[in-house]
């Protein structure tokens, strides 16, 4: 999608601290971190949301979970535990529209979320 912010990073017409990429999806630094590990795995495909899923999506966002843990264990978060969050819509706080999976952790959080 041509205005999606994160599609430029898949495209590299912006730079971002990239983690990990494979032919499926890319993995980054968030830029405004909210725990001392936060990255952002992201399908290469543009999907607004989980709200724009189709069962061909599937595999694919699975993909991004085995993601997410094969990065938590680089980090070393793995055993401390982490949290995985795909916020979708206003009252979860959206506020890229393209699909991405937080990988949170490197400290104690809260639950219930805020
Ligand atoms: P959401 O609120 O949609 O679940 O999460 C969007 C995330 O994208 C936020 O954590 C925010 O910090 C991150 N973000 C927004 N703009 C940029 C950017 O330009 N670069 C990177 N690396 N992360 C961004
Ligand atoms: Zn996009």
Redesign the pocket.
Known sequence: ?VD?L??KFVKKELPTRVVFEDDTCLAFEDINPKAPVHVLVIPKK?LSSTNAMTSEDETGLGHLTLVARKIAQEKKIDQSGYRTVMNTGPDAGQSVF?IHLHLLGGRSMGWPPG
Do not use: E, S, W
């Open positions: 999608m999606c994160f599609c543009h393209h």
